[in-house]
């Protein structure tokens, strides 16, 4: 198979996949190593295939009408969980994480979270690589983009976070 055979073929199986696929997963499928997927990923992207990397993996978005806000939240590390647990919960994606940087402007994080799973997956992987929040830049103030099928679900995500404490307004 060839690399143009095996881009096409990448975006079939991503295209099919209701859930993100890993650089490492692909490249097993295809027998080659996990650059060599990261590159077909970057030719593809150049290519104007809107494939979106998350951190589970690879994946094509189809369009659907979400409504799609974006929602100020404040807290620190230890209610992360809480935070992304109460989206989800309620019925919406976490999209990603901004927050705005002296420097670099905005800085986006994509998430993808549309389950507890992907909560839990998140949090996991966040405590294995010891890895520290984009929010820690700015003493916890953050912007999450969050997708539902409905106003309704955003407005009770966004009521139980404020009673939380975590909503900024």
Same mark, same amino acid.
């Given at each position: 198979m060839?690399?143009?055979e095996?881009?096409?073929?990448?975006v079939?199986? !991503? &295209?099919?996949e &209701?859930?993100?696929?890993?650089?490492?997963?692909?490249?097993? +499928?295809?027998?080659?190593t996990?650059?060599?997927?990261?590159?077909d990923?970057?030719?593809?992207?150049a290519?104007?295939?809107?494939?979106?990397a998350?951190?589970?993996g690879y994946?094509?978005?189809?369009?659907?009408?979400?409504?799609t =806000? &974006?929602v100020a939240? =404040?807290?620190g %590390?230890? /209610?992360?969980?809480?935070? !992304?647990?109460?989206?989800?919960?309620c019925?919406?994606?976490?999209?990603?994480?901004?927050v705005e940087?002296?420097?670099?402007g /905005?800085?986006?994080?994509?998430?993808?979270?549309?389950?507890?799973?992907?909560?839990?997956?998140?949090?996991? %992987?966040?405590?294995?690589?010891?890895?520290s929040?984009?929010?820690?830049?700015?003493?916890?103030i953050h912007?999450?983009t +969050?997708?539902?099928?409905?106003?309704?679900?955003v407005?009770?995500?966004?009521?139980?976070? %404020?009673? %939380?404490?975590?909503?900024?307004?």
């Open positions: 060839n690399a143009e095996r881009r096409t073929k990448i079939d199986i !991503l &295209k099919s &209701k859930k993100p696929i890993s650089g490492s997963e692909l490249a097993k +499928i295809f027998n080659v996990r650059q060599i997927i990261v590159q990923i970057a030719i593809l992207r290519s104007g295939i809107d494939i979106m998350t951190s589970q994946t094509i978005m189809e369009p659907m009408s979400l409504v =806000r &974006k939240c =404040r807290h %590390k230890n /209610e992360t969980r809480e935070e !992304l647990m109460t989206f989800v919960e019925g919406c994606r976490v999209v990603d994480v901004i940087h002296p420097i670099y /905005e800085i986006h994080g994509m998430l993808m979270l549309n389950s507890s799973k992907d909560v839990e997956d998140f949090i996991k %992987k966040m405590a294995e690589h010891n890895a929040l984009l929010s820690e830049l700015t003493q916890g912007l999450h +969050i997708q539902a099928i409905n106003e309704d679900s407005k009770k995500a966004c009521e139980a976070l %404020k009673k %939380k404490g975590i909503l900024l307004e």
